[in-house]
Nanobody, 121 residues
Framework: VQLQASGGGLVQAGGSLRLSCAASGNIFMLTVMGWYRQAPGNGRELVADITTGGNTRYADSVKGRFTISRDNAKNTVDLQMNSLATEDIAVYYC????????????????WGQGTQVTVSS
């Protein structure tokens, strides 16, 4: 499985960005797809993830601002990020799992390259 992420960039505080991730390869085993982020000096944290059935999970810090969506036919997962703040500055990683991760990033099987999100105040 390969994950190709796109859509990061620079935006002013309060602005929006949309991240996209396309999966290729043996994608039929992917039950969960999602996004993690890592800010300088911090560990990798879950932003949001979504199952093939559409069940979603969000970090408390992004609830109400970010929306994750998945197109199973196109094998893509998007992250719409609104009301961006400087606290959202990080490298964002697309991730996918063949199981149902519950405890952290170690349970994800595949990772895309990171995409930088920068928010100016």
């Amino acid at each position: 499985v390969q994950l190709q992420a796109s859509g990061g960039g620079l935006v002013q505080a309060g602005g929006s960005l949309r991240l996209s991730c396309a999966a290729s390869g043996n994608i039929f085993m992917l039950t969960v797809m999602g996004w993690y982020r890592q800010a300088p000096g911090n560990g990798r944290e879950l932003v949001a993830d979504i199952t093939t059935g559409g069940n979603t999970r969000y970090a408390d810090s992004v609830k109400g601002r970010f929306t994750i969506s998945r197109d199973n036919a196109k094998n893509t997962v998007d992250l719409q990020m609104n009301s961006l703040a400087t606290e959202d500055i990080a490298v964002y990683y697309c991730a996918a799992a063949e199981g149902y991760p519950t405890t952290g990033p170690n349970e994800y099987d595949y990772w895309g390259q990171g995409t930088q999100v920068t928010v100016s105040s």
